[in-house]
T-cell receptor, first 114, second 115 residues
Framework: DAKTTQPPSMDCAEGRAANLPCNHS???????VYWYRQIHSQGPQYIIHGLKNNETNEMASLIITEDRKSSTLILPHATLRDTAVYYC???????????????FGKGTRLHILP | DTGVSQDPRHKITKRGQNVTFRCDPISEHNRLYWYRQTLGQGPEFLTY????????KSRLLSDRFSAERPKGSFSTLEIQRTEQGDSAMYLC?????????????FGPGTRLTVL
């Protein structure tokens, strides 16, 4: 089972910041938080990941709480093309067993409204 | 376009027929994964290759399913005696060992419809 909890859907106005929450209260010390998104009829697309510190790239920012039990993905200026299902995933750091499959939940369906 | 390609993009077949899907990963990626996604659900892991070795198979992968990656490059997923419950999107992903983190790049998927 997925180790994260996300709201099933959210709306955001175009041009505004979209803030997508994720709870991962059972996260372990060696588990990373990853975010992927899936636009309709496409495969999932990697967005960002983090361990403890906040992270930012050209697509988004990831804010992880100090206790690491929750995080927020921020799309700073949402566009219509950001309409997608967003998956928050926790993944163990690569280890000797090299088991790194992704366990997806149902994600959050984000609707960007014009 | 992530660089991972899948063929065909769509497949319609009759129950009981065999189907085979192909995945071409990004060329320098040594890891390859297959996932299945049904409507309204997130992708579910099926199996994983490191080079040509199949290292893990999900219990979702029944005896009717077989996957190969003979030369450590492209992979095929075959479903024998298809059932209506096999109707789904079949996704392939690839990645390369980069130490601590491992970003998977997904292909566009093959949508299977079993009539």
């Amino acid at each position: 089972d997925a180790k994260t909890t996300q709201p099933p859907s959210m709306d955001c106005a175009e041009g505004r910041a979209a803030n997508l929450p994720c709870n991962h209260s059972t996260i372990s010390g060696n588990e990373y938080v990853y975010w992927y998104r899936q636009i309709h009829s496409q495969g999932p697309q990697y967005i960002i990941h983090g361990l403890k510190n906040n992270e930012t790239n050209e697509m988004a920012s990831l804010i992880i709480t100090e206790d690491r039990k929750s995080s927020t993905l921020i799309l700073p200026h949402a566009t219509l093309r950001d309409t997608a299902v967003y998956y928050c995933i926790v993944r163990v750091q690569l280890n000797m067993n090299r088991d790194d499959k992704i366990i997806f939940g149902k994600g959050t369906r984000l609707h960007i409204l014009p | 376009d992530t660089g991972v390609s899948q063929d065909p993009r769509h497949k319609i077949t009759k129950r009981g027929q065999n189907v085979t899907f192909r995945c071409d990963p990004i060329s320098e990626h040594n890891r390859l994964y297959w996932y299945r996604q049904t409507l309204g659900q997130g992708p579910e892991f099926l199996t994983y290759f490191q080079n040509e070795a199949q290292l893990e198979k999900s219990r979702l992968l029944s005896d009717r399913f077989s996957a190969e990656r003979p030369k450590g490059s492209f992979s095929t997923l075959e479903i024998q005696r298809t059932e209506q419950g096999d109707s789904a999107m079949y996704l392939c992903a690839s990645s390369r060992d980069r130490g601590e983190v491992n970003e998977q790049f997904f292909g566009p998927g093959t949508r299977l419809t079993v009539l």
